[in-house]
């Protein structure tokens, strides 16, 4: 799942830096975690669709955690781009050489914010490739 995680970092360092600040900002915001307590997917959640309120619910959305368990490193994120952190797979997709800590979040119900029910699945760690066509 890190694999899907990261493929949205690389986008970003591919594009105009114009167009890639905000796109790795908003990476930042849907995946990383910058706290002691994560209370609940929705509540993560809750945050993004506050700063882009369009967006629909979201099927499928996983947090990067630190190894702490805790605050994302988002060094070890952006090292997955670099040749010592990740194997390309090809275009902007690479495969992290370092396992993460992620939470599955996974929508219950609803279409648009505020009524976006979100499930929070348990902690796990991943490095594997994973799918991205829902983003």
Same mark, same amino acid.
């Given at each position: 799942?890190?694999?899907?995680?990261?493929?949205?970092?690389?986008?970003?360092?591919?594009l105009?830096?114009?167009?890639?600040?905000?796109?790795?900002?908003?990476?930042?915001?849907?995946?990383?975690?910058?706290?002691?307590?994560?209370?609940?997917?929705?509540?993560?959640?809750?945050?993004?669709?506050?700063k882009?309120?369009?967006?629909? /619910? @979201?099927?499928?959305?996983?947090?990067?955690? #630190?190894? *702490?368990? &805790? !605050?994302?490193?988002?060094?070890?994120?952006?090292?997955? /781009? @670099?040749?010592?952190?990740?194997?390309?797979? #090809?275009? *902007?997709? &690479? !495969?992290?050489?370092?396992?993460?800590?992620?939470?599955? /979040?996974?929508?219950?119900?609803?279409?648009?914010?505020?009524?976006?029910?979100?499930?929070?699945?348990?902690?796990?760690?991943?490095?594997?490739?994973?799918?991205?066509?829902d983003?």
């Amino acid at each position: 799942m890190a694999v899907f995680l990261l493929y949205l970092l690389l986008v970003p360092l591919a594009l105009p830096p114009v167009l890639s600040q905000g796109t790795y900002y908003k990476f930042k915001l849907q995946h990383t975690f910058s706290g002691n307590i994560l209370k609940s997917c929705t509540r993560f959640m809750k945050a993004v669709y506050q700063k882009y309120p369009d967006m629909e /619910c @979201k099927h499928h959305n996983t947090i990067i955690l #630190g190894d *702490n368990g &805790f !605050e994302t490193n988002l060094n070890d994120v952006t090292n997955i /781009c @670099k040749q010592y952190g990740g194997t390309p797979k #090809g275009g *902007n997709l &690479f !495969e992290s050489i370092k396992e993460f800590n992620v939470i599955d /979040c996974n929508l219950e119900s609803g279409d648009y914010p505020p009524n976006c029910r979100i499930q929070q699945g348990g902690e796990e760690e991943h490095n594997e490739e994973e799918d991205h066509r829902d983003l």
